[in-house]
């Protein structure tokens, strides 16, 4: 039973660049969240996606979108990249529903630097 | 004031000691409540669910106090092992607006 996978674990990118970063959930998951985690903090709601749909959002800025496909696999797109976005990006999973918020699985990240 | 606060420590504690973490959130309304436990460089871990009524597995306690908005986690005997960082996490809303605390840092010493 595969757990959560994202891809790629490490990027080096230049400020105004942009990039794309993916996930898997895991399997039976139909829900995806994404975090940025800088050092020394926790982690940062960025956004979650259910049923291919943006449904909530946290204090991010436009340059970071995203998108969820049929198989429920997601991507977090950022562009016009700053030094500020370096941290680790993480994707968590989760099922809508059935009697209750649930708890999420997390991948383990991908780790943006950005020069 | 932030939604979710936490105590970042870090604490420092000997092997067999028992040590308490508190998280304090603001929203009221918060439905769900998890506490995480985050190894340097890695990825949260599930630890456990916090519910109304506290929970226990094994050596971990994790209590609910919605009157005064703060969940609580106790590790008893603690071991080398169980030094990492501990994230509190509340959840609010039908499509789970997920909150953490920036955890607190426990490092048990021999």
């Known amino acids: 039973d595969a757990g959560v996978t994202q891809s790629p674990t490490h990027l080096i990118k230049t400020r105004g660049q942009q990039v794309t970063l993916r996930c898997s959930p895991k399997?039976?998951?139909?829900?995806v969240s994404w975090y940025q985690q800088a050092l020394g903090q926790g982690p940062q709601f960025i956004f979650q996606y259910y049923e291919e749909e943006e449904r909530q959002r946290g204090n991010f800025p436009d340059r970071f979108s995203g998108h969820q496909f049929p198989n429920y696999s997601s991507e977090l797109n950022v562009n016009a990249l700053l030094l500020g976005d370096s941290a680790l990006y993480l994707c968590?999973?989760?099922?809508?529903?059935?009697?209750?918020?649930?708890?999420?699985?997390f991948g383990d990240g991908t780790r943006l630097s950005i020069l | 004031r932030k939604e979710v606060e936490q105590d970042p420590g870090p604490f420092n504690v000997p092997e067999g000691a028992t040590v308490a973490f508190n998280c304090t959130y603001s929203n009221s309304a918060s439905q769900s409540f998890f506490w995480y436990r985050q190894d340097c460089r890695k990825e949260p871990k599930l630890l456990m669910s916090?519910?109304?009524s506290g929970n226990e597995d094994g050596r971990f306690t994790a209590q609910l106090n919605r009157a005064s908005q703060y969940i609580s986690l106790l590790i008893r005997d603690s071991k080398l092992s169980d030094s990492a960082t501990y994230l509190c996490v509340v959840l609010s809303g039908g499509y789970q607006k997920v909150t953490f605390g920036t955890g607190t840092k426990l490092q048990v010493i021999p």
């Open positions: 968590a999973s989760s099922v809508r529903g059935k009697g209750g918020n649930q708890p999420q699985h």
């Open positions: 916090v519910y109304s």
């Open positions: 399997s039976g998951h139909d829900t």
